[in-house]
C-alpha cells in the first residue's frame, strides 16, 4: 500500500510540471472518491447490505431494527416472500395480508433491507392496510450492484404496483418513504405510468437532491467538497446513468398528481431542513407538512413514536375521505 501511495507521489509530482495542478490532484482524489462511492453506494460484496441489523452499534437504530424484526415475526402467519423481475434483476419482498384491498409499500433508505421497514408498519395496519416491504435493488435478497438513489429504483416500485393489483388484488396504495425510499416515492408517483391505484405518498426526510445530501455529510465530517464530491457524481453518471444534481426530487416533486405528506425533522443534518419549504412550495398537489423539533435522519419515528402514528393515521384517513367523495 505504502509503495503504491509513493507511486502516485511520484507521477503526480511528474505532472505538476507537465500537465499542470489539476491532473496532478485527480490522482489523489478520484482514488477516495472511487473508495466513497463504493462504500455508499455500490454492494460489493454479497455480505453487504443484507436484511440483518446494518448497525448495531447504533443504540437507537438496533432498537427501531429489533422492534421492526418482532412486528415481521407477530403477523409471520399471513406473511410470505413475493419477488417480481425488472430490469433483469429478481428483486426480493415480504407481502403481508391482512385481506384488504388497500396495500402499504414501505420504502427505506440505504444499505436497509426489507426487515426494517417493518419499523413503519404498524399505523398502516390499524388502518387496515395490508404491508408490502421490498428489498430495494442490490439490498437484501435481491439482485443488483448499485443502488439507483431511488430514481432508478422507481421502476422496480411501479413492477411491484402491478404485482399487487393483478395478483392481491389491491385498489388502493400508499407509498412511504424514507431517505432515498422518500425520493423513489416522489419518482414513482410522478412517472407518467404512475397507475391511479395510488392515492398518497408520505416522505420522511426528503431532499432536495442527492448531491445536498453529500454535500452536507461531507460538511458535518469536515471533509473539503471540492473536487471529490464532483467526482462522485461523475462515477454515479458513469455507473448508472443518474446526475445527481439535475435528477432529484426538486425536479419531480411538481409532476406528483396524489395529495403528499411531508414529516421532517428540524435537527436533520443530512436530507437539511433549509431545502424543505422549496419542496414544498415546488408540490402542486394536496400537501401538508409537519415538523418534528427532535429526532435524527430516518429515526423520526423512533423519537416521536406516538405522535408520527397519528400524522400517518390522519393522512389515511384524508385519503379515504377524499376516495368517499
Not at 415481521?72 to 419477488?83: C, D, I, M, P
Request: some cysteine.
Amino acid at each position: 500500500m505504502i509503495s503504491i501511495l509513493i507511486l502516485i507521489a511520484i507521477i503526480s509530482g511528474s505532472l505538476l510540471f507537465t500537465v499542470g495542478p489539476v491532473v496532478a490532484t485527480l490522482l489523489w482524489t478520484m482514488p477516495i472518491a472511487k473508495m466513497v462511492y463504493e462504500e455508499q453506494l455500490v454492494r460489493t460484496s454479497p455480505e453487504k447490505w443484507k436484511r440483518e441489523n446494518s448497525c448495531p452499534s447504533d443504540a437507537e437504530y438496533s432498537a427501531m431494527y429489533s422492534g421492526a424484526e418482532e412486528w415481521g415475526k407477530r403477523y409471520e402467519a399471513v406473511s410470505k416472500e413475493v419477488s417480481v423481475q425488472n430490469d433483469g434483476l429478481k428483486l426480493c419482498g415480504r407481502f403481508t395480508d391482512f385481506g384488504s384491498e388497500k396495500t402499504a409499500i414501505i420504502l427505506c433508505g440505504r444499505a436497509e433491507g426489507c426487515i426494517y421497514s417493518y419499523h413503519y408498519a404498524e399505523p398502516y395496519r390499524r388502518a387496515g392496510y395490508n404491508i408490502l416491504v421490498v428489498d430495494q435493488r442490490a439490498h437484501g435478497k435481491s439482485d443488483g450492484k448499485y443502488s439507483g438513489i431511488g430514481f432508478l429504483e422507481q421502476w422496480d416500485v411501479l413492477r411491484w404496483m402491478k404485482l399487487l393489483e393483478t395478483e392481491y388484488h389491491t385498489k388502493h396504495i400508499v407509498l412511504h418513504g424514507a431517505c432515498i425510499g422518500a425520493a423513489c416515492a416522489v419518482y414513482t408517483a410522478s412517472n407518467p405510468k404512475c397507475p391511479e391505484s395510488l392515492k398518497g405518498i408520505v416522505v420522511d426526510g426528503l431532499f432536495r437532491t442527492f448531491h445536498d445530501v453529500f454535500r452536507a455529510r461531507f460538511h458535518t465530517n469536515n471533509r473539503p467538497i471540492f473536487p471529490v464530491l464532483y467526482e462522485i457524481g461523475w462515477l454515479i453518471r458513469r455507473h448508472i446513468g443518474v446526475d445527481i444534481k439535475r435528477q432529484g426530487p426538486i425536479r419531480y416533486i411538481g409532476k406528483v398528481r396524489c395529495p403528499v405528506l411531508f414529516i421532517h425533522s428540524k435537527e436533520d443534518v443530512s436530507s437539511l431542513p433549509e431545502f424543505v419549504p422549496q419542496l414544498f412550495d415546488a408540490c402542486k398537489a394536496p400537501k401538508t407538512l409537519v415538523w418534528m423539533e427532535h429526532g435524527a435522519h430516518s429515526h423520526l419515528r423512533a423519537a416521536n413514536t406516538e405522535r408520527y402514528d397519528q400524522i400517518v393515521t390522519e393522512f389515511t384517513n384524508s385519503l379515504e375521505t377524499a376516495s368517499a367523495a
